[in-house]
């Protein structure tokens, strides 16, 4: 191989490098929570931060559409939501984080309301309902008050301790 040709291979592999570097689109995923129930259209602005995902990319070597990053954008976030909850429901280790992270007694006829919420660069906030959260505010003397998941909802009744 002579000069000339190492020079076109060099200069052929940048170009590709930075394209595909170039024609990145990311969509940007996070959990956020309401204690009241979002109605389709409504927006999620105002709401409380639950959790920040990993971000997808999306990329190719010459360009990439908003079509395509608005078509895997909600599945895609869905799945970051679902991997961080253990399931499509929350574990009760995931469970147990949130409640700590939320704060509040929320038992089951009145659940914290989770999202997850997602926009990319193409824009269009949006939202899809993740899973209801239930957590008991337990006080504990002399250590003050604690918060406990109760896991899918299910006890009508705090635990005692």
Excluded at 19 to 40: F, M
Excluded at 42 to 58: A, K, R
Excluded at 70 to 90: I, K, Q, V, Y
């Amino acid at each position: 191989m002579n000069a000339c040709h190492v020079i076109f291979v060099v200069a052929i592999s940048a170009i590709m490098i930075l394209g595909a570097n170039a024609n990145r689109k990311y969509c940007y995923c996070d959990l956020r929570w309401s204690t009241t129930q979002l109605r389709a259209g409504q927006s999620t602005n105002g709401l409380w931060f639950l959790e920040d995902l990993p971000n997808p990319s999306y990329h190719h070597w010459l360009v990439v559409g908003c079509q395509a990053v608005h078509r895997n954008c909600p599945t895609d976030c869905l799945d970051e939501a679902h991997d961080w909850m253990g399931g499509s429901r929350f574990t009760n280790t995931a469970g147990q984080l949130a409640c700590e992270s939320v704060r509040r007694n929320a038992p089951p006829g009145s659940p914290i309301y989770v999202y997850a919420t997602y926009d990319s660069v193409c824009g269009d906030r949006t939202w899809q309902y993740v899973a209801p959260l239930c957590c008991w505010k337990i006080t504990l003397p002399g250590y003050g008050n604690t918060f406990v998941y109760n896991h899918r909802c299910e006890n009508s009744s705090p635990p005692r301790y």
